[in-house]
């Protein structure tokens, strides 16, 4: 997601880049108060995680991840579960016509 949020606009740029924790924010603007930063200042989540030693987020990954295993649970459930209640469906009808 990181190239495509380089390339749009406003919001949807920040929408699409990586989360900045808390901590590495705090600790980030502490450095920063402090002079303890080269360079000033701090473009992103990379050089925010760097600069205070925090690891990479990977919430957006995470959030993927389990995304798809709950897709594929669903999938698992419907492809035995939907045919039962399509035949039983069938049955109540017949019944009904009967």
Not at 6 to 14: A, F, H, M, S
């Amino acid at each position: 997601f990181k190239a495509l949020a380089d390339i749009t606009p406003g919001l949807i740029k920040v929408a699409l880049r990586p989360p900045s924790s808390v901590d590495a924010v705090a600790a980030a603007c502490a450095a920063a108060a402090l002079g303890d930063l080269e360079g000033g200042a701090l473009d992103g989540t990379a050089a925010i995680n760097a600069a205070t030693n925090q690891p990479d987020a990977t919430g957006l990954t995470e959030a993927l991840e389990w995304a798809k295993e709950g897709v594929i649970k669903g999938y698992d459930w419907a492809k035995v579960e939907v045919p039962k209640a399509v035949e039983w469906t069938k049955a109540k009808i017949e019944d009904a016509k009967k």
